[in-house]
Every structure is written in structure tokens, then in C-alpha cells.
């Protein structure tokens, strides 16, 4: 929904009705997704009563950059930020299919950024996505350590690796038992000289 510009809600309004979910997407408190962008993950939420529309981001730094190299500031959109409107758009969209009149002709509210911690590498959007998931609340700010994000990307991985369901649990649990040997080709080297 966020990358394909011909992704149209009229196309896919049978999902998302209540007959097919079950429930009607417009009485939700919140709706919340992780969405990808390139290689970076990142989160929207829309709070149908309000039409709030947040954006969960480790790495806010996409949002207004600006193209230094032209003599007129020249806002230049960057695909995460692209996407960010295309999905509050397109929720909105989808809320006044599920209810019509909800949405209507009202302006679209400015985007409410969270207040989450801010990577410091490149590797852990997708972490921070998952630990908003659980934990998310609108105006409360998210408080956790580098450490905390080290804590959840073991507990997942090993969580992987042990579910009853992975077919090669097996082979990767005895890995763990049996210490593979490390290759040296330094030490190879040196020794030859």
C-alpha cells in the first residue's frame, strides 16, 4: 500500500469491510503498521475517531530535507516521507469506505511524530518496530536502552530458532551444542612464512 502508486482502496474495499474482517476497521482504537521503505522499517498509526495520524520513527532525520545544491529551498521529498503521505492518504480513504461520512471533506490532520529513541546505527529499525508493536501508546514517550534493543533482537532470534514450527529447529539447536571451528587464515599465513 505505501510503494505502489496504482494501489487503489475501491480495488480492495471487500477486506476491508466488516462483513470480511468481522469487525468494522472504523470503530478501532487505533490502526498501526509497520510499513518498509528501501531497507528502512518505520510505523503509522490513525486513530479513527480523531483522524490523528502519527508516525513511529527511529530515524526521523527524512522528514524536510532540503536539496542544497539548487539557489531557491527546494523541499525535496525523500521515499519514506513520500510513503509516510501516501499511507495517511490512503488510510483515510479506507476509514470512509468502512464509514462513510467519517473522513468527508476534512482537512487531513498534520502528522503527529512519536516519541521514540533514535537509532544509532543503520541495522535496528526493524527492532525498534517490533518493540513499538507491543508497547506503543499515543502521547506517551517510549523510554529504552541500546541494550534493551540487543535484549529483544536475542530473544527474538532464539524465539526463531527454538519455535516448535521452524523445520530446522533441530539442525539449528545443535549448532548451538557444537562449537563450530573458527577459520584462521591469518594464523595459516604466518605460520607459512
Same mark, same amino acid.
Given at each position: 500500500?505505501?510503494?505502489?502508486?496504482?494501489?487503489?482502496?475501491?480495488?480492495?474495499?471487500?477486506?476491508?469491510?466488516?462483513?470480511?474482517?468481522?469487525?468494522n476497521?472504523?470503530?478501532?482504537?487505533?490502526?498501526?503498521?509497520?510499513?518498509?521503505?528501501?531497507?528502512?522499517?518505520?510505523?503509522?498509526?490513525i486513530?479513527? !475517531?480523531?483522524?490523528?495520524?502519527?508516525?513511529?520513527? !527511529?530515524? %526521523?532525520?527524512?522528514?524536510?530535507?532540503?536539496? %542544497?545544491?539548487q539557489?531557491?529551498k527546494?523541499?525535496?521529498?525523500? +521515499?519514506?516521507?513520500?510513503?509516510?503521505?501516501?499511507?495517511?492518504?490512503?488510510?483515510?480513504?479506507?476509514?470512509?469506505l468502512?464509514?462513510p461520512?467519517?473522513?468527508?471533506?476534512?482537512p487531513?490532520?498534520?502528522?503527529?511524530?512519536?516519541?521514540? +529513541?533514535?537509532?544509532?546505527?543503520?541495522?535496528?529499525?526493524?527492532?525498534?518496530?517490533?518493540?513499538?508493536?507491543?508497547?506503543?501508546?499515543?502521547?506517551?514517550?517510549?523510554?529504552?536502552?541500546?541494550?534493551?534493543?540487543?535484549?529483544?533482537?536475542?530473544?527474538?532470534?532464539?524465539?526463531?530458532?527454538?519455535?516448535?514450527?521452524?523445520?530446522?529447529?533441530?539442525?539449528?539447536?545443535?549448532?548451538?551444542?557444537?562449537?563450530?571451528?573458527?577459520?584462521?587464515?591469518? !594464523?595459516?599465513?604466518?605460520?607459512? !612464512?
Amino acid at each position: 500500500m505505501a510503494h505502489d502508486p496504482t494501489w487503489k482502496a475501491q480495488k480492495y474495499k471487500k477486506l476491508f469491510l466488516p462483513e470480511f474482517l468481522g469487525y468494522n476497521l472504523a470503530e478501532c482504537d487505533f490502526i498501526i503498521g509497520p510499513a518498509l521503505v528501501g531497507q528502512h522499517w518505520f510505523c503509522v498509526a490513525i486513530q479513527p !475517531s480523531t483522524l490523528d495520524f502519527h508516525v513511529i520513527d !527511529s530515524m %526521523r532525520n527524512h522528514f524536510g530535507t532540503k536539496d %542544497r545544491k539548487q539557489k531557491k529551498k527546494v523541499v525535496i521529498k525523500d +521515499p519514506v516521507e513520500m510513503a509516510v503521505d501516501d499511507c495517511r492518504k490512503r488510510l483515510n480513504i479506507i476509514l470512509d469506505l468502512v464509514k462513510p461520512g467519517l473522513v468527508g471533506k476534512k482537512p487531513m490532520s498534520p502528522m503527529i511524530f512519536a516519541a521514540v +529513541p533514535q537509532q544509532n546505527n543503520l541495522r535496528d529499525c526493524g527492532v525498534h518496530c517490533m518493540m513499538w508493536l507491543r508497547r506503543w501508546e499515543p502521547g506517551v514517550t517510549l523510554t529504552y536502552t541500546e541494550e534493551e534493543v540487543a535484549g529483544f533482537r536475542r530473544d527474538l532470534t532464539w524465539w526463531l530458532v527454538n519455535h516448535e514450527q521452524n523445520e530446522k529447529r533441530d539442525e539449528a539447536l545443535a549448532l548451538i551444542r557444537q562449537p563450530q571451528p573458527t577459520k584462521s587464515t591469518k !594464523s595459516k599465513k604466518r605460520r607459512r !612464512s
